[in-house]
């Protein structure tokens, strides 16, 4: 049964713990990074013969194989995508930045460009967290910032084929290139290049544990989105909220892996036993009944608060990945979250809503980082670079405070470099 | 010398290849941070004694020691520390960003919010990297975020002083608290706090290999912002350009490092070669003549290509730190360049009207990150979070496609918590 924690009774640490797993892979996905760095497709071909039980000719997923899968789906299926591609399109489009210029001072020209990325990788896992949703959340973002080859790479089943779902959401979304490889090797393959896979500026999506320590170590070598944990959600609700909404919101999280984590914070002793008693009676109907029980063990809490502004208090120092707030005036508490990847607003905004459909991004900040991490956007498919013009004038204006500066910090290189230009004229 | 490599006569390799020092630093630091994990300031204190020689009382820079600091640099360095500090303001004011709201559906409002950090961690090098300019860079991006509060760490010297030049620009820049420490140790304070060093959400700036480690040891903890390697300059210059400032400026790059990057890339012959003799005749001027000597030794290069557009195209595949454009119309040339933290336009834009003084940052990806990473900038110190606000007519709407697309992936939890709100009113 979910515990019920009382602030004040318990601990601050029994409040905001949360159960991490840690795995310890290491040396074995070293091992998997510089197999593939030394032998390229070879490489990838055995470990998706030795992890996925599939015999590859080819790593490359044919455009007939795109065009069997969207046959495969349902029209019904491939409508829903598209409205929720839609959706996503719509909101991400938002994010899209201008660079600036700056002329403000005679013969001083500065700016900032913002430019995309050459090419993208997006890993998609396979079995069942093969979610088409998350090709959706992952590469749209990276189309609307321009970015010129966008790279998918997912793990093959066992006769070699992968999930029509998946290739349809690739589809719709708009992937380039769509290659049959998973797990620690595909990650190496994305950041290293092979003789099929190209390398890729940025690797984003979430994966299991080699494939979150084989993003840390290629990070570096090539841009990552962010080491995603076990999901989360945090729900806010006050004593008039529909328990039945509020378990089954917190059921909705706990079915996605055994160490998810799902939180009620309410001021209602009410509300608490109410929801407590609810999810007994939930949880035994849902078809992941087994991940969802083990999650509500692992990571199941209601926390009773003494008011609402207590519960927002304790929801940033959680700083969860989803934050509900099943409250009556929910905008009146949005000022006051600082730390959330995705926070839904009022009684009728389930988070699966976001998951889905909404439009803004499920690929989230987890395990507290929403401290200083963000969502999923735009941004993480673009740089920035910048750019200074002076002329010859404005150069002899600020030569001496240049050269004073470069001068105190013992660096007369980089003075004479300024000096030499008022020196001479050409 | 320098050498001299014709475009089409060596390997692309040669054209392309820096060296780049490493160093195996991995199980040292690791040890370090779990000591101050475990042991707080003791181990602050520990290691200052250690490795900077300095027997500390307290880990806090005092209000009087700044006082001093300012009354010890002189009055011309202030009045230039001001001036670049207002031009590196003027600059990054620009970067600052809104968030946004849609609300183009009847009942339904997303958006997205920009939300400072509460606290971030500078870290500034001690000894001869000690690098005031570099304060102004790092600190005052986060002060213009609007991060709550901004911490600054440094090796002390012997004598547990700070050199005043930094304590200067830390005043100017507004650190709000400043500690004595280096190195790993102070990496590891700033990521998870000691009894003096608060815990912060992002760590910036440069430092040697231990720093460099330590940072990619705890990111993931915290958020970093780069691992910053060795700096370089690279730049394109025609045949009408004085060679005496091509030289300056290769060697205002190489006097940084032994292992810093200074190359040129021309379309003429009688350049190259005049550039060549010029180095030579420039480098025994230097003070720091030797860190010079050796960079231009190891890393320094002049590439001679046949037009100007192939010039450009090998600094894409450089992606250099700082590139300088010293031709007749470098305009003309910007939009080519895709991948370079800073671009210098014109002949009168030495580099080191950037590292000091024009307002864009001097903290730039290097060893060929331009490809996908970005200057420091206002967005390091600021994070995304989104929200979603659905009346229950508009939940309405939405459901029946919520719900399809959850049991497409089997979280039919997913689909109940949608379905729970549409058959019961509240």
């Known amino acids: 049964m979910i515990r019920i924690l009382k602030c004040g009774e318990v601990a601050d640490e029994d409040i ?6 840690t795995a310890d892979v290491g040396s074995v996905v070293a091992e998997i990074i510089a197999d593939v760095r030394k032998n390229g497709d070879a490489a990838l071909k055995k470990y998706a013969e030795k992890f996925d039980g599939a015999r590859l000719e080819t790593l490359t997923v044919t455009p007939a194989e795109i065009e069997a899968a969207m046959a495969q789906v349902t029209p019904e299926f491939i409508g829903i995508l598209e409205k929720a591609a839609g959706n996503i399109r719509a909101f991400h489009s938002r994010q899209v930045r201008n660079g600036f210029i700056i002329n403000d001072e005679p013969g001083v020209v500065i700016g900032q460009k913002i430019i995309p990325m050459d090419r993208a990788g997006i890993y998609v896992p396979g079995g069942t967290a093969a ?7 992952d590469l749209i973002p990276a189309k609307i910032a321009g970015v010129r080859e966008i790279i998918m790479t997912t793990p093959p089943r066992r006769d070699g084929s992968i999930d029509p779902a998946i290739l349809a959401a690739a589809r719709v979304a708009g992937a380039d290139r769509i290659f049959k490889s998973g797990g620690a090797q595909a990650i190496a393959a994305l950041a290293y290049g092979t003789e099929s896979v190209p390398r890729v500026d ?7 544990a080699f494939v979150a320590e084989a993003k840390k170590q290629v990070f570096g070598a090539v841009s990552i989105d962010m080491i995603a944990g076990p999901s989360e959600i945090l729900v806010i609700a006050d004593g008039r909220t529909n328990p039945r909404w509020c378990a089954a919101d917190l059921l909705s999280q706990a079915e996605h892996d055994t160490m998810a984590s799902a939180v009620l914070i309410t001021d ?5 036993q109410a929801v407590q008693a609810e999810i007994e009676r939930q949880l035994p109907k849902l078809e992941r009944s087994e991940i969802a029980r083990a999650a509500i063990e692992n990571n199941g809490k209601i926390i009773v608060a003494d008011t609402l502004a207590k519960a927002v ?5 959680i700083a969860p990945e989803h934050l509900e707030l099943c409250v009556d005036a ?3 508490y949005l000022d006051g979250i600082r730390h959330a990847g995705s926070v839904f607003l009022g009684r009728h905004c389930p988070e699966a809503l976001g998951d889905y ?4 991004n499920h690929t989230l900040p987890t395990g507290g980082t929403a401290r200083f991490s963000s969502p999923l956007s735009v941004d993480d498919f673009v740089k920035k670079s910048q750019y200074i013009y002076y002329t010859r004038d404005a150069l002899r204006k600020a030569a001496p405070d240049v050269a004073g500066f470069a001068r105190q910090e013992g660096l007369t290189g980089h003075a004479r470099s300024v000096l030499s230009r008022t020196e001479e004229k050409q």
Chains 1, 2 share one sequence.
């Open 357 to 360: 459909f909404a439009g803004p």
């Open 16 to 21: 905001l713990a949360r159960a991490i797993p």
């Open 202 to 208: 940025k690797i984003v999506g979430p994966g299991n």
């Open 313 to 317: 208090e304790i929801a940033n120092a």
């Open 330 to 332: 929910p905008f009146d």
């Open 268 to 272: 209602s002793m009410a509300l608490a």
């Open 131 to 137: 979610y088409p949703s998350t090709v959706l959340m």
